[in-house]
């Protein structure tokens, strides 16, 4: 009995320990699942202040989505989508929350670029990245772009694209994981979802 329980903490270490780690590839990715919990850590918003992001998901419903940079043409495509779609996301009861590994002063220039008025925030450690599972090793021409945007603090890491629909007590309801980085939700299928867990 004592082996069984020691064999089962082991794999919950293990467990625990593989979502804060750094995956070699995007398809070795180990992301939450539906039905846990988004941790509560610190990031920075596009003014430079400290937000916890249990605060942000308790004032109601929300598409928190995880997305590699500014600098990436296929983001700032579906950043824009994002914005053309909010009105739609919000008379469904939800608000949009997206989260990069850019600094907090890249943010405010995604924002203007991709007409963005809902929510930016900056994990330039990866901090939340690396907890929900969806961080992995950079190819190596991506480690300048990053290091720049990141204003030195990431070097390695890249989210891979994520959306995560998540209700007030920061549980997942909904998620959508595509290591392929070309290819995302669509505004539709995103609202439709959102009707569906109405």
Request: charged share 20%; proline share 5%.
């Amino acid at each position: 009995m004592k082996k069984l329980i020691f064999i089962f903490l082991a794999t919950l270490t293990w467990a625990a320990n593989a979502q804060n780690m750094i995956a070699k590839s995007a398809t070795d990715i180990t992301p939450l699942l539906i039905g846990e919990k988004i941790p509560n850590l610190t990031l920075k918003s596009s003014d430079n202040t400290d937000v916890q992001i249990s605060d942000l998901l308790k004032k109601k419903k929300t598409v928190l989505v995880f997305y590699r940079g500014g600098w990436c043409p296929y983001c700032n495509m579906h950043l824009q989508a994002l914005a053309e779609a909010e009105k739609q996301v919000m008379d469904l009861g939800y608000q949009i929350i997206a989260v990069s590994p850019d600094s907090a002063e890249n943010l405010k220039m995604t924002a203007e670029k991709d007409k963005v008025k809902y929510t930016l925030l900056s994990d330039s450690k990866g901090e939340l990245i690396k907890a929900m599972g969806i961080a992995f090793e950079a190819p190596e021409n991506y480690k300048s772009v990053i290091n720049v945007n990141s204003n030195g603090m990431n070097t390695s890491f890249l989210p891979v694209p994520s959306v995560f629909v998540v209700n007030p007590q920061s549980d997942i309801l909904f998620e959508y994981v595509s290591p392929d980085f070309k290819h995302r939700i669509t505004t539709e299928l995103l609202v439709s979802v959102l009707k569906n867990l109405k």
